[in-house]
């Protein structure tokens, strides 16, 4: 008899030491969960103007991290107005080529939402500057062309200074240790296009000349165009040890 007291003492005993468990631990599970769902759904949810403009620019210009700012937002039937925007970029790929920063600027611009889609519809002004870093634009030609291998790459007095070997698998193999100088020139259309103005070898048998005009053909071109088509580059410099390029102050009248 004593034995079966005291069994069923040890079983209220476990008993009561569950239900104390269960009564103080699982509101605590129940809010982890709650908390935790919804934090996947704040995740998944983009809540904000500027978070929507970051999504659209960061999956069309592959980059690595964009920031919006808007400032002075308004809204009126299904259009929305800033008095000023500030899209900030990192690491985008444009044409094979890694833009590691670009700034865009626009004033007074209204825009509508399309499903999960921002369309642009007009501005005041709007300006683009960004940075290319000189060892992403030597890795992008080193790739168009191998048969240039860039040992080195460094701004030289606002202009390009490439160093590198020359391969010529030929029925005689030729090689040559070749220095390319060029600049990117702003084009009419809104463009830069890389232009070598000087050139020089160790290998009399080979035209440096037919080197940099190989190597313009391939060169990647900088361009703002696929993301904001009324903007055209005006100028660019190299400082450091990156390119940077400015675009002018432009528009746009109507929708795009």
Known sequence: MEKKMRKKQK???????WLLFWIFM??????SVAYAAS?????????????????????QLEAEKVSVVLKGLSSS???????????FVRGASLEGLRYDSITIYVEAVS????????????????????AVLLEDLSEALQGLYPAFQIGELAADHNALDFKGVYVRNTT?????????QGVYLPQENGTAVLHFVDSSSD????STRDIA??????APVLSVHSFFPSQKIREVRVDGESLWFFSDHHGLAQSL
């Open 11 to 17: 079983v209220w005993l476990v008993s009561g030491i």
């Open 26 to 31: 699982l509101p605590l599970f129940g809010g």
């Open 39 to 59: 934090a996947v759904y704040a995740e998944e949810k983009i809540i904000s103007y500027e978070d929507r403009i970051a999504a659209n620019l960061q999956g």
């Open 77 to 87: 039937g299904g259009i929305h107005r800033a008095k000023e925007m500030f899209c």
């Open 111 to 130: 825009f509508r939402v399309e499903e999960h889609r921002v369309v642009l519809r007009h501005f005041k002004e709007g300006k683009v500057s960004g």
């Open 172 to 180: 005689i193999p030729l090689k040559a240790t070749v220095g390319l």
């Open 203 to 206: 290998n009399p048998f080979i």
């Open 213 to 218: 005009l190989e190597v313009e053909k391939i």
